[in-house]
C-alpha cells in the first residue's frame, strides 16, 4: 500500500519535507544490503536527528499498527536491518543523530549517539586521549547503535570483551515511543535484572537505542603484530596457550586463517600485497598491545619457544605500523575475494576452543560428503573459538546459493553437536531465523519470545527477524 497521505503530513511535521522519504529511486542505501541477499521495500523511509523525534515516530507507528525497521549503516550479514514484508514497514534511519554527547576522562567514559559511526566513536576516543577497543572491517559504515544490536565482536575481544562489556548504560526508545533513560555511568549497579543487556543482541526487536555509555581505555603505545605459518589448527591451540601463558592481557588478537581464502586474495586481489612466508595449509595473524615501550620485541622470544616446541614453522613480526595495516589488509580482504571467486555464503560460528581442530576435521568430512563440488574458506578469531567458516562454488557460483540451506543445516548440525553456537558475532536476523527456531534450546526460545511479549506487545518492532 502506498504511505497514506494523512501519516505522510504527521512525519514530515515531526522530520521535516527532506528527511521523509517516498521516492524509491532515493532509497539504495538503505534498502541494498551489503550480502546482496535482500532488498527492502519499505513503505518509507525516515532520518530523525533526536531521541524526541524517534520517540513521536514510534509513538505513531504504534497507533498505526506499523512494522518498524531501525537502520544504522546497514552492515549488518544477515538482512536484519531490511524490511520483511514489502510496502507495510517504515524504515528509520539512525545516521543522522551522530553526536558526541559528553566524555569523562576521568571516569573512563563517553556518551554518544547511536548513529555515530564505529571509525568516528574511534576518533571521539582518540582526541580525548582515550581508547575504544571494538574494531571491525565496516567500522567506517558501522553505527555504534548498531554494534549494540548485534552485540558486534570484531578482533579485540580477546582482551576487552564483545560490545556487551564494552558499555555502561543506555537510552532507548521503547516500542510504544516512552524513553527510557538507562545513561548511567556506573560500573556497579545490582538493583536487579540487567535490562541493558537485553537490549544488547536484540538486533531492533525490542526497541530503538538512541544513546550510549562507553567505556573507555588507555590509548595502547605500541603493537607488535605477527603472521605466522602453522601446520595445523591443532598447533595453533598449542601457540595460542603458549602466547596466552606468556603474554597475558598482552595479547589482544589471535585470527586462524586457512591458506585457501590467502590464495584467493593473491589471485582476485593483485593489488593487496601478501608478505612471503614458507608454504602452510594455515596462518595465524597474532597482535600483542603493549602500554610500555620495550627494547626488545616480547613476541620475537614467544616465537622462538614456539619454534623449538615445533607449534610453528616460520613467521614474520611487523617492522612498523604500516607492516602491520598490511598483514591485516589479507585478513580483511577475504571477503571481497571470496566474493570475486564466486557463490561466496558466510557464516560465524562459534566453539569451545579445545574442539576445534576435531570439529574442523568432522565438519569438513560431512560437508565434502553431502557436496564434493564444495571450496572451505575458513578463517577467524581463534582466540574467541569464533570462525568464519565460508564456502565458495568458483565452477559453478549458482550451487552454493541453491543449495545454502541444506549446507547450513550440514554444518550446524555438527556445530551444535560440539557445543557451539551458530551465530558468533552477526547474529540471526531473516537469513538464520528458522535455523535458529531448530537449533536453540526451545526453554531459551520460549524464554525470548515471553520477554518480546512482555516488551514489544503489539509486535510493531522489527517483523520477522530473530524471534
Ligand atoms: C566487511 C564486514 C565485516 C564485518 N566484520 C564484523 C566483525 O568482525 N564482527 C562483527 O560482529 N560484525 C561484523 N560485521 C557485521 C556488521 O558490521 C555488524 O553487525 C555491525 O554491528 C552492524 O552495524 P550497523 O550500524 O551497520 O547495523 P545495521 O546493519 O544497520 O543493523 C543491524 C541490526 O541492528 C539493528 N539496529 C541498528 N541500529 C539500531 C539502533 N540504534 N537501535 C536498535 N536497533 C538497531 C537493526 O534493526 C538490525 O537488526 C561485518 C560486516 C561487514 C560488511
Redesign the pocket.
Same mark, same amino acid.
Given at each position: 500500500m502506498p504511505l497514506p497521505n494523512d501519516l505522510k503530513d504527521k512525519f514530515i511535521e515531526i522530520v521535516e519535507v527532506n528527511h521523509v522519504l517516498t521516492d524509491p529511486s532515493l532509497y539504495g542505501p538503505y534498502t541494498d544490503d551489503?550480502t546482496d541477499h535482500y532488498k527492502s521495500q519499505p513503505l518509507v523511509i525516515l532520518r530523525p536527528n533526536s531521541t524526541e523525534q524517534v520517540s513521536q515516530i514510534i509513538k505513531l507507528c504504534a497507533e498505526n499498527r506499523l512494522g518498524v525497521?531501525?537502520?544504522?549503516?546497514?552492515?549488518?550479514?544477515t538482512g536484519?536491518?531490511s524490511t520483511s514484508t514489502p510496502d507495510s514497514e517504515v524504515l528509520i534511519s539512525?545516521t543522522r543523530m551522530k553526536n558526541l554527547v559528553s566524555v569523562d576522562t576521568k571516569g573512563d567514559s563517553m556518551v554518544v549517539e547511536?548513529?555515530m559511526t564505529l571509525a568516528d566513536v574511534h576518533k571521539c576516543a582518540e582526541d580525548n586521549g582515550k581508547f575504544f577497543p571494538l574494531s571491525?572491517?565496516?567500522e567506517g559504515?558501522?553505527?555504534i547503535? *548498531?554494534?549494540?544490536?548485534?552485540?558486534?565482536?570484531?578482533?579485540a575481544v580477546l582482551r576487552y570483551g564483545t560490545?556487551r562489556e564494552l558499555v555502561l548504560g543506555i537510552e532507548v526508545v521503547l516500542p510504544d515511543g516512552r524513553i527510557w533513560n538507562g545513561l548511567r555511568s556506573l560500573r556497579k549497579d545490582n538493583t536487579g535484572y540487567d535490562l541493558k543487556n537485553l537490549?544488547m543482541g536484540?538486533? *531492533?526487536?525490542l526497541?530503538?537505542?538512541?544513546k550510549v555509555v562507553l567505556k573507555l581505555f588507555p590509548i595502547p603505545k605500541e603493537k607488535e603484530t605477527s603472521l605466522v605459518c602453522v601446520e595445523s589448527p591443532a598447533k595453533a591451540v598449542a601457540l595460542l596457550n603458549r602466547v596466552k601463558d606468556s603474554a597475558g592481557s598482552l595479547l589482544t588478537a589471535f585470527e586462524l586463517i586457512s591458506e585457501k581464502p590467502i590464495s584467493r586474495v593473491k589471485k582476485n586481489l593483485p593489488d593487496v600485497e601478501v608478505p612471503e612466508l614458507s608454504p602452510s595449509p594455515w596462518k595465524v595473524l597474532l597482535e600483542l598491545s603493549l602500554f610500555e615501550k620495550k627494547e626488545e620485541s616480547v613476541l620475537e622470544s614467544i616465537l622462538e619457544q614456539a619454534f623449538e616446541a615445533e607449534e610453528i614453522t616460520d613467521a614474520i613480526i611487523a617492522n612498523s605500523l604500516k607492516d602491520s595495516h598490511k598483514f591485516w589488509h589479507v585478513r580483511?580482504s577475504i571477503?571481497l575475494a571470496d566474493r570475486t571467486e564466486g557463490g561466496s555464503i558466510h557464516s560465524?560460528i562459534s566453539l569451545p576452543i579445545a574442539s576445534i581442530p576435531e570439529f574442523l576435521e568432522v565438519s569438513l568430512k560431512r560437508l565434502k560428503e553431502e557436496f564434493p563440488w564444495i571450496e572451505d574458506s575458513i578463517f577467524g578469531h581463534l582466540g574467541d573459538g569464533n570462525l568464519h567458516y565460508n564456502f565458495v562454488s568458483p565452477e559453478d557460483p549458482t550451487l552454493t546459493y541453491r543449495f545454502e540451506e541444506e549446507i547450513r543445516r550440514n554444518l550446524y548440525t555438527t556445530v551444535i553437536e560440539y557445543n557451539g553456537s551458530i551465530s558468533a558475532?552477526?547474529?540471526i *536476523?531473516m537469513l538464520k531465523k528458522h535455523h535458529n527456531d531448530e537449533f536453540k534450546d526451545p526453554i531459551e526460545l520460549e524464554l525470548m519470545k515471553k520477554i518480546k511479549n512482555a516488551i514489544d506487545p503489539e509486535g510493531i518492532m522489527?517483523p520477522g527477524?530473530l524471534i
Open positions: 551489503f525497521v531501525v537502520q544504522g549503516g546497514n552492515t549488518n550479514l536484519s536491518a539512525l547511536a548513529g571491525f572491517a565496516a559504515n558501522a553505527t547503535g *548498531g554494534c549494540l544490536a548485534c552485540n558486534a565482536g570484531g578482533v560490545t537490549f536484540s538486533e *531492533g526487536t526497541g530503538v537505542i538512541t580483511e571477503p560465524d558475532e552477526h547474529g *536476523g522489527n527477524k
